[in-house]
């Protein structure tokens, strides 16, 4: 994977644990016109691939194969794709844009859209046969990446998925989600004070496929993807549900999905982004599902950003490393917690207590809305 | 009305497409509160609106009455989305600056805002997707849409696809080398999906039964997508094939459906030059 913290899945889980802030003035790009200017870069990272959020996507998926076992092409027989992305491919956007401008040849590697450019690039280096698909919910898409691929084993569909979520920032990004008044300087989920997001990039993929796969070729399964669900607010474009009605919704398809009861869950990766209408929106969707104050909470987006996309997919590797046992991370930038948020019982320290089971919940634009169950193997 | 068929079959109980050239006259027949949201939207929005409209109504399922309903999902499929907003987005800030940018304009720059509007016009609670597959998307969506539907949960699904074209997509087409593999055009199509028993229970006429729909990815440029590893043993013999490209092969399919044209099945199957495949295959229900 690749974050702020830099290249691979251990930067990231060590950067959390130890609750490091790596939110620094924009550096990759021209920002002088740019308010706020801070943001969660991956410095020194695929710095000159016009296909950026592919290239972190690459190297993602490499790590995961290679943490999985699956050396070879005759191993990933089957394979099947699915990357989300919220505007992924934006940097070979403006790049276009601007050779257009000036009447000069376009870049070289415009031979994909977009919006499934990054997706399309990882089909063609492992050598895809499966479904290849972008699904695209926003800041959700990464955690409907994860239900699709669970949908595509469970039905047979594949024999074995690179699944996940990739994006990056751009003055396209940036300028637009200030002008949304949506970001701030630094984030504060669930704080009292809280001002807004602040964004963030990176990738995240993780290889899944059948249990009896994986224990087939002596290889330790990491965590069970047990349950998906997604649901839409139907409210409002860019405002969440007041109520956290599509939020909700998504977390009881996802338990329903994995036949389990809120009860056996121990902990939930909230979306967390910071903004007033989110967080609030989650603090009475995780009570309404959950109980007040009974399961634990945390939020990563104070320390590496909201990677959009990515998100979901960065948030699924967290917790399934919690479930293999590790410590869940504590909620970077919470200082006083918000009335408003006081049902929820927030990780504020490490906590190395065990978690059997974890939820992950993702929102975004449009009133998308997903999550994910995953279990101990 | 009795069951024709397994109770469990997805079958199909509405459907409708709009043309470009068509969109004006569609955007007149929607009720007026949806007709106020569409004209302030995107045009792929507008196409996406006015034919889940149109599936909808045929499928005599008339939107939201109260709150949300989460046994109605939708999955869009597109190829180039919003393509037309990134383009309006990206000017705007180019020529004045992040103070110029307009929050409107950027919010509908996500691939999903068509989907969020019609989950907002129809009141569609449930799970609510937007795949990008290239040239395919419209016919993933279908798939995914059959799975959804499958794995139960949900009553009823839109399911379908929708693209606007304009210059910028035009002059980003050939200069990413796609313009000849890419006839221009426009639309939307959507089917509604919902299980037999569910139809027949509410009084609904079954139009067609979505017997099979597979995806996948063929790096290698073939002159015909070829059959699907997940085809499995229900091969369609005789049936009529349909290649075209993202709702438009949707759109075929829908077409044929609703002729007299003779045989009971039809496959529809494309492959977007960028190595995405997909088929769908129907069956056109008997009347009465």
Redesign the interface.
């Known amino acids: 994977m690749v974050s702020a913290y830099g290249s691979g899945g251990e930067a990231f889980l060590t950067g959390l644990r130890h609750g490091r802030i790596a939110v620094r003035p924009i550096e990759r790009f021209s920002a002088v016109d740019l308010r706020p200017n801070m943001v969660a870069e991956a410095r020194g990272i695929a710095e000159d691939d016009p296909d950026r959020a592919g290239a972190f996507a690459v190297l993602a998926a490499e790590e995961a194969l290679a943490m999985a076992g699956l050396s070879s092409r005759a191993q990933i027989a089957g394979l099947a794709v699915a990357l989300g992305t919220t505007l992924g491919g934006m940097g070979i956007f403006e790049a276009w844009d601007a050779a257009v401008q000036a009447g000069e040849p376009p870049p070289g590697q415009l031979s994909q859209v977009p919006y499934y450019a990054p997706a399309v690039r990882l089909a063609r280096r492992f050598g895809a046969s499966g479904p290849v698909v972008a699904p695209q919910l926003a800041c959700a898409s990464g955690t409907a990446a994860l239900a699709l691929a669970r949908s595509w084993i469970r039905d047979g569909r594949a024999d074995v998925v690179l699944a996940g979520g990739t994006d990056l920032l751009c003055r396209f990004v940036v300028a637009g989600f200030n002008a949304l008044r949506a970001t701030a300087t630094s984030a504060h989920p669930f704080d009292r004070d809280r001002q807004g997001l602040v964004l963030g990039e990176g990738a995240a993929v993780l290889v899944v496929e059948p249990a009896r796969r994986v224990l087939a070729r002596g290889a330790r399964p990491l965590a069970r993807l047990l349950g998906a669900g997604a649901a839409a607010d139907a409210v409002h474009m860019t405002a969440p549900d007041r109520e956290g009605g599509g939020a909700a919704r998504a977390m009881q398809a996802a338990l329903e999905d994995a036949g389990l009861a809120a009860q056996e869950v121990d902990f939930v990766s909230a979306h967390g982004t910071g903004t007033v209408y989110n967080d609030a929106m989650e603090a009475r969707a995780i009570a309404r599902v959950f109980g007040e104050g009974r399961v634990r909470v945390n939020s990563i987006k104070g320390a590496i950003g909201h990677t959009l996309g990515a998100a979901g997919a960065l948030e699924a590797v967290m917790c399934a490393d919690v479930v293999a046992g590790g410590p869940i991370p504590p909620t970077i930038g919470l200082r006083e917690i918000d009335p408003a948020c006081e049902g929820l019982r927030l990780v504020r320290e490490l906590d190395p207590a065990p978690v059997a089971y974890a939820l992950s919940t993702s929102s975004g634009f449009a009133g998308a809305n997903a999550a994910l169950v995953l279990g101990r193997a | 009305m009795s069951l024709q068929g397994p109770a469990d079959e997805i079958v199909v109980t509405g459907m409708a497409s709009v043309a470009g050239p068509d969109l004006e006259g569609a955007l007149e027949r929607l009720p007026g509160a949806i007709r106020a949201r569409a004209v302030r939207a995107e045009r792929v929005t507008q196409l996406a609106l006015t034919a889940a409209d149109a599936a909808l109504r045929g499928a005599g399922i008339t939107g939201?009455d109260g709150?949300?309903d989460?046994r109605l999902?939708?999955v869009l499929g597109?190829?180039?989305?919003c393509?037309l907003t990134?383009?309006l987005?990206?000017?705007r800030?180019?020529e004045t600056?992040?103070?110029g940018?307009?929050?409107r304009t950027?919010?509908?720059?996500?691939?999903?805002?068509a989907?969020?509007?019609i989950?907002?016009a129809?009141?569609?609670?449930?799970?609510?997707?937007?795949?990008?597959?290239?040239l395919v998307s419209g016919l993933?969506a279908v798939?995914?849409g059959r799975?959804?539907m499958?794995?139960g949960?949900l009553a009823a699904l839109l399911a379908g696809g929708a693209d606007a074209w304009g210059a910028p997509l035009a002059?980003?087409l050939g200069?990413?080398?796609?313009a000849e593999a890419i006839v221009p055009g426009e639309g939307a199509a959507f089917v509604v999906l919902e299980r037999r028993r569910d139809a027949v229970a509410r009084g609904a006429r079954p139009l067609a039964c979505l017997e099979v729909a597979?995806?996948?990815?063929?790096?290698e440029s073939r002159e015909t997508p070829r059959l699907l590893?997940?085809w499995g043993g229900q091969a369609i013999e005789g049936a009529p094939v349909f290649p075209g490209l993202g709702e438009r092969a949707l759109v075929a399919a829908l077409q044929w459906l609703a002729s007299a044209a003779g045989g009971t099945r039809c496959i529809v199957r494309d492959r977007c030059p960028?190595?995405?495949v997909a088929a769908v295959a129907w069956r056109r229900e008997e009347a009465g």
């Open positions: 939201r709150g949300p989460p999902g939708i597109t190829a180039f989305g393509l990134n383009a987005h990206q000017r800030l180019a600056g992040p103070g940018v307009s929050p950027f919010a509908a720059t996500v691939s999903n805002a989907t969020g509007e989950t907002i129809y009141g569609l609670g449930g799970a609510a997707l937007t795949v990008t597959a290239g993933a798939a995914e799975a959804l499958a794995s949960g002059r980003w200069d990413a080398g796609l597979a995806t996948g990815f063929e790096a590893p997940d960028t190595g995405q």
